[in-house]
């Protein structure tokens, strides 16, 4: 049996040494606060979205959630961002993607404040990560290093497959292992779906991290025996048995993938409780930075 790699339990505990840091800063008169923004009625971006805010109200942040209908104009939107800009109550921004078809995503990340891009989504950010400074890393990727460094799981050296380029998670990640240090040094493959023959390279990965939004597409024949498994899918399927229609999975065929892997993290409760906790880090980090503290950069550790 592989080792179930527990996102959940990790981002509770990171959870809990974020909210210790908060008492402190909040003690000096600093409350970190969260402004997040929702276009739209896509359901799984409702989920998420009271996620984020639940879990930031819980270690004791300030958080708004902003909902805009999906006929919101482009102006009336770039309003809104500039406010939460200026506002000196707000720490972090965080505008929830995928965003409908005629808002220009691109546009808008960009015009959140870099200082307060606690999605790491901001060229500033995304340029930062690539050169191996300091800086927001989106959350996503800085979860899955940041598992894998709580579960003793070194990455250097080792060929990690990444299967998926996009800008939330693949390319990011990629930087992120590549870098020098303490859950990185690793030699680092990105698969897409214009990379033939892509099972001969998932097969040689020491740790395969899937993010192509497919569900169940990494099957156990695609893999080597003992290989580390990150899944970052988290996919609805029809499911007419039970109540709600659906059931959740990830990019990873759970059961046969396992069969071979040493360790693996599960859909739900892998990766996805990290993306929060990493949300939380960054905003308790901007708050930090604005206040004047020199603490560690990363503030999970
Ligand atoms: N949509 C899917 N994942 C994310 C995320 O991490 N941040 C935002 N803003 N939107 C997303």
Redesign the pocket.
């Known amino acids: 049996m592989p080792i179930i790699i527990d996102g959940k339990k990790t981002a509770q505990e990171i959870r809990a040494r974020l909210k210790t840091r908060v008492d402190a800063l909040k003690a000096k008169g600093i409350t970190p606060g969260l402004s997040v923004t929702l276009v739209g009625e896509n359901p799984a971006?409702k989920v998420?979205v009271s996620s984020k805010d639940a879990a930031a109200r819980e270690v004791g942040m300030n958080a708004a959630t902003h909902v805009f209908p999906a006929s919101v104009s482009e102006i009336e939107l770039r309003e809104h961002l500039l406010m939460q800009n200026s506002d000196p109550s707000v720490h972090g921004i965080?505008?929830?993607?995928?965003l409908p078809g005629h808002l220009p995503e691109d546009h808008l990340l960009n015009l959140i404040a870099a200082e307060k891009d606690v999605?790491g989504?901001h060229p500033v950010s995304l340029g930062n990560l690539m050169l191996g400074r300091p800086g927001f890393k989106?959350?996503?990727p800085w979860g899955v290093q940041v598992l894998l460094k709580r579960y003793g799981i070194s990455t250097r050296g080792k060929h990690v497959v990444i299967v998926g380029r996009s800008n939330?998670v693949g390319k990011p990640l990629a930087n992120l292992f590549v870098q020098k240090g303490d859950g990185a040094d690793a030699t680092v493959t990105v698969c897409h779906s214009a990379t033939p023959d892509l099972a001969e390279h998932t097969r040689s990965a020491d740790i395969l991290v899937a993010a192509i939004g497919r569900p169940e597409f990494i099957r156990g024949d695609m893999v080597k025996d003992g290989v580390v498994v990150a899944d970052v899918g988290i996919n609805r399927v029809e499911d007419s048995s039970l109540p709600k229609g659906y059931r959740l999975c990830g990019d990873v065929h759970f059961e046969s993938v396992a069969a071979k892997a040493s360790a693996i993290t599960p859909v739900p409760g892998g990766v996805g409780p990290m993306?929060i906790a990493m949300?939380l880090a960054n905003t308790l980090w901007s708050a930090e930075s604005k206040a004047g503290i020199s603490g560690p950069v990363d503030p999970v550790f």
């Open positions: 971006s998420y965080l505008l929830q993607l995928p999605d989504f989106p959350c996503t939330i993306t949300l």
